[in-house]
């Protein structure tokens, strides 16, 4: 059982800057496509960017330009550093964890609020 736990998140301003991590616990994170998610009051979960275990990227069209996610396999953690951000960023963040076999991790979330 992979446990997630994210931070980074937090209150800025718009045009600030945010990165989150998430910390797996187990020992086969590098097989893991991991991905963030997002959830803002009232909406449904939508993906904002994913990251193969061969290192390949994709992003919503909405952050394209502004997210770059990244791994540190040796670290057992996945990063999205945010930049540019606005209003409508804000949102509880998510991390997940996907292998092959179809097995699914979700951490509990890091809220992060952009406003001024």
């Known amino acids: 059982q992979e446990q997630l736990v994210e931070s980074g998140g937090g209150l800025v301003q718009p045009g600030g800057s945010l990165r989150l991590s998430c910390v797996a616990s187990?020992?086969?994170?590098?097989?893991?496509?991991m991905t963030w998610y997002r959830q803002a009051p009232g909406k449904q979960r939508d993906m904002v960017a994913a990251?193969?275990?061969?290192?390949?990227?994709n992003y919503a069209d909405s952050v394209k330009g502004r997210f770059t996610i990244s791994r540190d396999n040796a670290k057992n953690t996945v990063y999205l550093q945010m930049n540019s951000l606005k209003p409508e960023d804000t949102a509880v963040y998510h991390c997940?964890?996907?292998?092959?076999?179809?097995?699914?991790?979700w951490g509990q979330g890091t809220q992060v609020t952009v406003s001024s």
């Open positions: 997940n964890a996907g292998d092959a076999g179809g097995h699914v991790y």
């Open positions: 187990g020992t086969v994170f590098s097989i893991y496509r």
């Open positions: 990251i193969t275990s061969a290192g390949s990227t």
